[in-house]
Each structure stands twice: as C-alpha cells, then as structure tokens.
C-alpha cells in the first residue's frame, strides 16, 4: 500500500490519457451490416473520437450533407488529389473513387484523438501498411446474409442490380475476415457498440501507446528504490 504521506511519483487514469498516442480504429463490415449506425452512435457518445470524413466521386444521397458524410467531388478532382498524395488511402468501390484526406487525420492525431474510419478492405490494408500497430481494425458481420440483404432493401437506396453489385463485393470483403483485429456480430444494435467501446478502452490502454509515460514509471522505480534504501 502507498503511504499517505509519500509525496513521490503519482499517476491518474487521466495522466496515462494525456499521454498516449492515438490511434486508428478502422470499422469494416459488408454493405449492409450496419457499421454506419454503429459508427455514428460511438462518434456520439465518445468526445475523443473523430470521425474521418471520406472523398468520394460517387452521388450523394438524399440524406447526405458534403463535407459531413462525405466530400463529394468530381473523378478529375479525386485524380488530382491521388497524384497530389493528398489521400492516405484509396480505393475503387462499385465504379466509384473513394479516398481518406491526409490532412484531417494527422490533425485529429495531433489533437490526441482516435480516430474512426469507415473504409473497404482494400483501405484497411493500405492502412495497415502504412500505420502497422496504430491501426485497430474491427470486421462488423450481419447476423445472416438474408438478414443483411433485406437491410439493404429496407434502405432503399439500391435498385436490384446496385444491391446485386454489393452483394458481389461481401464476397471479397467476407473473405478477408481473417485481416482483422477483432470480429464482432450486430445482431443487437446496443451490444455491438457498447462491445467496440470495450475494444476502444483497451486498445487505448496499451502499452505501445504508451511511451510517453516512461519519465513516470521511472518516478515509481526511484520511489520504490528509495523506500527500500529507508
Ligand atoms: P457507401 O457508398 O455505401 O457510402 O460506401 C461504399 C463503400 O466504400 C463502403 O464499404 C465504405 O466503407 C467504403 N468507403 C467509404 N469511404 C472510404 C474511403 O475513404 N476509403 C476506402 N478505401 N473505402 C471507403
């Protein structure tokens, strides 16, 4: 037990938060599994989460705004950001550019923020590539495929042969569960959130996250070094 009087090395949950790297929590999962609604409920509910907002050529929807859920361009203006390497990742997803902006994310890092992304597998691995051990990647599995197929015409966002085109690219996507950290199944809206919240927590606690902490733990060892000296 500590004494009471010690006056050496201390150290708060908050401390070990101030000082660690963040990271990138990438959400993976087939059209129609819903990692959207996954997504925009832990961006609710978590302060020091930010969101990497995508560029992509393809149409907005009806619900979308630009430069909230996507930014949207014209496929000039994404080729030019491709060969500016302005992108951190890109991919080609059903005839459509869809890329990460560099820039926002080192910002958010900077900040000390995690940060969320909602890409394709081809985007993870490029990430992974990239960012090794500060890439966290969760694959988000519907609890059936017709499950996931009726979502998608629940969503009515698709005609049959878009929907048909997803479905083909599940395909791919199902296969490279293998890529990922962590696999987790949203059959309960609730649970799968408050379950990726666990994997946030954790990751957030590891120890490669946390080299700044070393002047700390170093206070401790002199500490424990000076009560036994006593
Ligand atoms: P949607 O058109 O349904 O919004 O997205 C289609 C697919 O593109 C989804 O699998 C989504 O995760 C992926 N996507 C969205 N933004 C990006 C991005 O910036 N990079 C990559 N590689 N994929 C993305």
Redesign the pocket.
């Known amino acids: 037990m500590i004494s009471e009087n010690s006056n050496g090395t201390t150290v708060s949950a908050q401390a070990i938060e101030d000082v660690r790297r963040g990271f990138m929590l990438v959400l993976?999962?087939?059209?129609g599994a819903g990692?959207?609604t996954i997504a925009a409920k832990l961006m609710e509910e978590d302060a020091n989460l930010a969101l990497?907002v995508?560029?992509?050529t393809?149409q907005r929807r009806a619900a979308e705004e630009h430069g909230v859920?996507?930014f949207f361009h014209e496929a000039d203006e994404f080729e030019r950001k491709i060969k500016a390497n302005e992108?951190l990742?890109?991919?080609k997803?059903?005839d459509?550019y869809?890329?990460?902006p560099r820039e926002s994310v080192d910002a958010s890092l900077n900040e000390g923020k995690d940060v969320l992304?909602?890409?394709?597998i081809?985007?993870?691995r490029?990430l992974q590539k990239q960012a090794g051990e500060d890439v966290v990647s969760i694959f988000v599995l519907p609890p059936s495929i017709a499950e996931m197929h009726a979502r998608l015409k629940g969503r009515g966002?698709d005609d049959d042969t878009a929907i048909k085109r997803?479905m083909k690219?599940a395909i791919d996507?199902v296969s490279g569960w293998q890529e990922f950290d962590y696999i987790i199944v949203n059959d309960d809206l609730n649970k799968a959130v408050t379950t990726v919240q666990s994997i946030i927590t954790a990751e957030r606690l590891k120890r490669l996250r946390l080299a700044k902490l070393t002047g700390k733990m170093d206070g401790m060892i002199a500490d424990l070094k000076a009560v036994i000296a006593e």
Do not use: C, M
């Open positions: 993976a999962a087939p059209s990692k959207g990497s995508s560029a992509t393809r859920h996507y992108l990742e890109w991919a997803v059903h459509n869809y890329g990460t992304f909602d890409i394709d081809a985007g993870v490029q966002d997803r690219t996507e």
